[in-house]
């Protein structure tokens, strides 16, 4: 028998399944890839061509101007100008790190900047924006424009360009209200407000430019260019033109900014004003001394030029003192302690009360100025020689009634911000038992904790509140010293509430504008709160206030007996541990019925009437267009 060789052996069903199975794979596999070749090839080809064809075109994008700021009546406050920006761009750069290591040094002696400066600055600014231009330097001189045209091949990539830059014409006048611009931040990039803005951009950084910011900022434009595989700078497609931002108009009157800076500026060096009109709050002045120039924002600030404006030694420049200043206000807030002791009925308008000088309270003397006995009088006599004895009485008397005396600084604005259009404003502090017992708690469980030394606890290790609440607190509020802190506009908006009965927001901002100046939004004024003091209460402390600028015997009667304009003023002077007294001076006018408040403090002035009130007449001669020969120089009696 022969064994048949070409013999194989029988599938089995199990393998023929699997074989089955297994084919079944491979096909639907290959069904698949095919279906998404045929997918991606035929019915998605016009999708995918025009993505590869958008990854040949870049969007650089362009900046819009900014929109100017004017005054009341049109005079430009803030505006643009061309500068001439040194930028390199992308295309021309030479390509090896050595030849860009001889063109930055090469540019740095020329443009006074270190070449390792100039190549973080460049590097920096392509990775954020890349195909467009680095800008070097935002602002350089014609001279040096033509120095590098004339020699463009020392400078490969290197071009200058026309850009707008930000312009303050009036330097340190108005710096704090107008503030400045810088770049933006990737932390503000993060907010909405910042919608539409790129890294790169300039942006408002402080005072109306940042508070308007998106009215100023306007539309960015675009270039469109055309890149290769490589993402290297073929041609430019087109470009769709940037728009400028609106205009904003404010109720602020330039001359009357003059004035109060030049009044300011004849003071010891560090203070602040503020002129409002009471009936609908628009601010026509507001200003800070020392101040600064925001030119120097508009390029890239000295590290330098900001530790300056920041230092204590040079009184802080930066700090806007008109709404961040905390300063107690001396007898200029006797106005608020009469309206708390007349609506806690403390007294009436015509309670007498004795000043014999001094008084003693619990174990502490306290004396009027200069320890001047007034005798017998009512609220409005006290008010006009500014008694302090007097309201000693009434501080002393309202400690137990429930806090009137704070609340009443609180309702006419005091320990809250007034709301103004601008950043940063300090919402001051009204001292309080509660405030003050709550700390000295915290201040003996520390103590008893830390056994700290006596150094230590001088030093504030455990706080600064070493003591309880004490009459003797509320009697120094009632004068406006001891631990409270308020600011000029807070004084004024508190003045406008005594001789308005309501309590107005101050704003600056009247309304937006385009470029020829035609309105297109209002801007809309916020609507005062209603105080409910009776009018006989009013009434007989702007008697007083009346008397303190024109009776005999008035704190700033010898500064305004001779000023055309009738007022009502109050003089204020603030004592400070260790430094000058700090001279305040707060008016209406014009009398009887009042339109505008000034509020004016020197930090070193010393008495009211001698500083502070010669400042405020100032102000008030350029507010009612009063000539400087129709004014007699003259001081006052302290307060």
């Known amino acids: 028998m022969y064994l048949d060789n070409d013999r194989r052996p029988t599938m089995t069903p199990q393998l023929a399944v699997r074989v089955a199975i297994l084919g079944g794979v491979a096909l639907l596999a290959f069904g698949i890839v095919f279906f998404r070749l045929w997918f991606l090839q035929v019915l998605s080809a016009q999708t995918y061509k025009d993505e590869a064809q958008g990854n040949q075109q870049r969007k650089i994008r362009v ?81 040096l424009v033509m120095y590098i045209e004339e020699r463009d091949e020392d400078f490969p990539g290197v071009e200058v360009d026309p850009v707008f830059l930000r312009q303050y014409p009036y330097h340190e006048l108005g710096a704090h209200l107008f503030g400045y611009v810088g770049e933006v931040t990737a932390e503000e990039l993060k907010n909405p407000r910042y919608s539409g803005v790129a890294m790169g951009d300039r942006v408002g950084q402080a005072g109306l430019e940042s ?71 628009e601010v026509l002045g507001l200003g800070s001394n020392p101040s600064y120039d925001p030119n120097l924002f508009a390029k890239v600030v000295k590290e330098s030029d900001y530790k300056r404006l920041t230092s204590d030694e ?146 504030g290790i455990c706080g600064f509140i070493d003591r309880p609440w004490s009459v003797g607190d509320n009697v120094n509020l009632a004068v406006g010293q001891g631990d409270l802190q308020a600011s000029p506009l807070q004084l004024a908006v508190a003045y406008a509430g005594i001789a308005t009965d309501h309590v107005v927001r101050p704003h600056l901002g009247q309304r937006i504008e385009n470029s020829a100046g035609q309105v297109t939004q209002q801007l809309e004024e916020p609507k005062p709160r209603d105080l409910g003091i009776p009018g006989e209460y009013r009434s007989a402390i702007l008697d007083g206030l009346r008397g303190a600028a024109s009776e005999p015997g008035g704190t700033s009667t010898p500064v305004f007996q001779s000023f055309p304009i009738q007022i009502a003023g109050k003089t204020g002077t603030a004592e400070h541990t260790g430094r000058p007294d700090q001279s305040w001076y707060v008016a209406l006018a014009p ?49």
Request: proline fraction near 6%; charged fraction near 25%; hydrophobic fraction near 35%.
């Open 63 to 143: 900046q819009a101007p900014r929109g100017d700021i004017v005054d009341r009546e049109g005079r430009p406050l803030v505006e643009n100008r061309v500068g001439l920006a040194v930028e390199i761009t992308p295309d021309k750069l030479p390509k090896t790190r050595a030849d860009r290591r001889v063109l930055y040094h090469r540019l740095g002696k020329l443009l006074r900047m270190r070449p390792r400066v100039i190549a973080r600055r460049v590097d920096q600014q392509f990775k954020e924006l890349p195909f467009s231009t680095a800008t070097v330097k935002a602002d350089v001189s014609r001279d």
């Open 211 to 281: 508070e308007y910011d998106q009215v100023l900022r306007g539309t960015g434009g675009y270039t469109r260019v055309q890149v290769d595989s490589l993402g290297n700078f073929r041609n430019k497609l087109g470009e769709h033109p940037a728009t400028q931002g609106s205009q904003l108009r404010l109720s602020l009157d330039l001359d009357v900014q003059r004035a109060g800076q030049e009044a300011l500026a004849g003071g010891t060096g560090k203070g602040a004003f503020a002129v409002m009109n009471i009936h609908n709050g």
């Open 314 to 459: 040079t009184g802080s420049p930066l700090t806007d003192r008109a709404i961040a200043g905390g300063y107690p206000t001396g007898s200029t807030f006797k106005l608020i302690t009469a309206t708390a002791a007349l609506e806690s009925k403390t007294i009436t308008p015509d309670t007498p009360l004795n000043d014999p000088g001094q008084i003693t309270i619990g174990d502490q003397v306290f004396k009027n100025a200069g320890e001047t006995a007034h005798g017998v009088l009512s609220l409005r006599q006290a008010l006009t020689v500014s008694s302090d004895v007097f309201f000693y009485q009434l501080g002393r008397d309202m400690n137990d009634q429930g806090m009137p005396l704070q609340q009443w600084a609180h309702k006419l604005g005091l320990g809250r911000k007034t709301g103004i259009d601008l950043p940063d404003e300090s919402p001051g502090f009204i001292p309080t038992p509660h405030w003050r017992d709550a700390g000295y708690s915290r201040f003996e469980r520390c103590k008893n904790r830390k056994k700290p030394t006596y150094e230590q606890i001088t030093q």
């Open 591 to 639: 009398w009887p019925d009042p339109k505008y408040v000034v509020a004016v403090t020197d930090e070193a002035g010393g008495f009211g009437a001698d500083t502070a009130a010669p400042m405020a007449r100032r102000i008030l001669a350029e507010l009612f267009n009063v000539k400087e020969n129709q004014l007699v120089q003259g001081g006052g009696p302290s307060d």
